[in-house]
């Protein structure tokens, strides 16, 4: 069992930064590969970056590659998103997921259904 809290959202201009961060609780080991994803009303999940249990692989949208990224510290079981040159495209609800799973390819670690456990989601707002 594993408890994923978000925080870092907020409300920013276009150009603009922020870091989320996830904290897990509970069983809180490195066997988790952790992913971010994020979701607007009327639309489905969509698979923003991914990360390997050891940190050594990083997965990313092409939506995002080169303005986000993607970190983990195991020591504090926590995982993070450094979000940069911020677009108001960006603007959602964003989640943090884990998975069990051993198997790190990027089809599994972008598919929302692979994910067991996931966090409550922070609000990220970007303004023109």
């Known amino acids: 069992q594993v408890q994923l809290v978000e925080s870092g959202g907020g409300l920013v201009q276009a150009g603009d930064s922020l870091r989320l961060s996830c904290a897990a609780s509970?069983?809180?080991?490195?066997?988790?590969?952790m992913g971010w994803f994020r979701q607007t009303p009327g639309k489905e999940r969509e698979f923003v970056a991914a990360?390997?249990?050891?940190?050594?692989?990083?997965y990313y949208a092409d939506s995002v590659k080169g303005r986000f990224t993607i970190s983990r510290d195991n020591a504090k079981n926590t995982v993070y998103l450094q979000m940069n040159r911020l677009k108001p495209e960006d603007t959602a609800v964003y989640h943090c997921?884990?998975?069990?799973?051993?198997?790190?390819?990027?089809?599994?670690?972008?598919?929302?259904?692979?994910?067991?456990?996931w966090g409550q989601g922070t609000q990220v707002t970007v303004s023109s």
């Open positions: 509970g069983r809180t080991s490195s066997r988790y590969a």
């Open positions: 990360i390997s249990r050891s940190g050594g692989l990083t």
């Open positions: 997921a884990a998975d069990v799973r051993p198997l790190e390819t990027i089809v599994v670690l972008s598919t929302p259904r692979m994910y067991d456990y």
